[in-house]
């Protein structure tokens, strides 16, 4: 349908960031991996429990006042079948307590096998006459470099499930370049990208104006940001690169249009790791210290911005 | 280090093709499927293991015929964590049975990020001194859209492990040419891409001659495959759409180089569902049937292909 539940979320506590969950091991405190090894053992199941039970924390620290988090599905899968379970119950978690969840999969493939993703990571899966949820979240990251085929799945459940996707276009690695600002017919291929996001979402235009199709944007373009914004006027943005990449808040407000609106500002390892960087923290304040730079985040991005001040 | 495994392996088999096993639910046959129902109800873990039952069987049925399979992620990612887990043991018992693995992913990411995804998928991850394996596969199918930075990560692994990838280059769908066949300069984004396959594979050149970088480019677009063999003569090819997708033999010939060799080619539902397209058949001849139908491609293939007739 739209993003609708995303931005309404950021309205009420104003506050367009999201809490990247990126939690590899050795950032989550000792007397927590030690709990779990003592159970399983140095096992992979044992890493993903004590993930687990890190992000629980985490989300307890930050749903009142982030309105959403982005798990990298990347740093579950590692973890094997057992970091998949974590990324499906910290998916869970976060929601009871009124979060929106991106999970951060860049998924892309043909048709039937599209419409399959689409079904882990947003929707539902038929066993046998019962309708059950493999992931279930609210927004799920997509490459659009196979075309229309590799979205028009995803369109579909957006819309009857009240679903979003956000399509990579300029992405915040210093690479990013090398296809993504090559140009055809005079236009960059980060612009060709961003305008089919334009084209996919046009019949799924919610209330504020933006439609269930966002875009993934670096903050470390800002320059590219704040062309982007003007050419797509019905498509949110997923703003990474923040903070430890380098992206600062000035730049990040390019991404919002007049009224602060239109962007979400991801900051992962500034905030899962707030407490390995501040010496006079204990690790049994990690929580503490997760929330304290995210209240920091939330104020220095609203800062620039003209409905949040 | 190179393909080279895989390549030894078709060599000895005379077979160059690839067991897609992306397994639904609804393909597998119904006394399966209640085995485990009766034990774990209609339950993402029932359907899960009646998956992995069906897998172990089809590789029981093909090992010594096709040198290799290529699990789809989205397949197993449809039925949770438990789906992964079964990801992970098919895997494995493939492997066993001296079969390569290529999982189908299309995995990409930045930096730090892939190289999550790299461990997750080809390598090893350490839990406080024990190294594990998560998945473990041979090879990963890989998105080039974000560029180097997406791709280094895994050459590195590539070489140290002996494992390969395949980056997409020509997808095989009906819209792969929205963004693949525009042109940069006179050349179509898919040689650019190939171009890039060539450069990330200079220094890992095995001893057929083909680099541990191979590229995916679509059966259903053989004029494209005849350009790109040409092109790119240390790449190999893991060909899709053959068969239900619509590509021909003949066009597939294309992928493989003077010698026969260069090129994997892919066939997913009609191995799976043989059984089911056959009304001759009964259900528990399921393995059989995909038996037969490998080998019938086995043939048809290679009655193309100058080294294998």
């Not at 498509?235 to 600062?248: D, E």
């Amino acid at each position: 349908m739209s993003l609708d539940r995303l931005m309404k979320r950021i309205d009420e506590i104003h506050n367009p960031s999201v809490a990247g969950l990126d939690p590899k091991l050795e950032y989550i405190p000792r007397f927590i991996q030690d709990k779990f090894f003592v159970m399983k053992g140095r096992t992979l199941e044992a890493a993903a429990d004590a993930i687990l039970a890190y992000n629980k924390a985490l989300i307890d620290a930050l749903y009142d006042i982030v309105p959403a988090i982005k798990p990298q599905a990347a740093y579950y899968e590692m973890y094997g079948w057992a970091g998949m379970r974590t990324l499906s119950e910290t998916i869970r978690y976060a929601q009871k307590k009124g979060m929106f969840v991106i999970t951060d999969g860049k998924r892309n493939d043909i048709g039937a096998t599209m419409t399959a993703y689409a079904a882990a990571h947003l929707g539902t899966v038929e066993v046998d006459g019962i309708s059950q949820i493999p992931f279930g979240a609210d927004a799920l990251t997509v490459n659009g470099y196979l075309g229309s085929d590799g979205i028009t799945p995803l369109l579909d459940i957006c819309e009857k499930q009240d679903k979003g996707i956000f399509v990579l276009a300029k992405t915040s690695n210093p690479s990013s370049g090398e296809l993504q600002d090559q140009q055809i017919n005079g236009t960059p291929i980060y612009s060709v990208m961003g305008d089919m996001c334009e084209t996919w979402g046009k019949d799924q235009i919610g209330s504020y104006g933006y439609s269930a199709i966002g875009a993934v944007v670096g903050a470390t373009y800002p320059k590219q940001l704040a062309q982007l914004r003007e050419r797509l006027p019905h498509t949110m943005f997923l703003v990474p690169g923040y903070g430890a990449q380098g992206g600062g808040a000035q730049g990040v407000a390019a991404a919002f249009d007049m009224q602060g609106r239109g962007a979400v500002v991801n900051s992962s390892r500034a905030i899962l790791c707030a407490w390995k960087k501040d010496p006079n923290c204990s690790e049994t304040d990690f929580a503490g210290a997760a929330r304290r730079e995210a209240i920091r985040m939330r104020d220095d991005i609203t800062s620039y911005l003209h409905s949040f001040t």
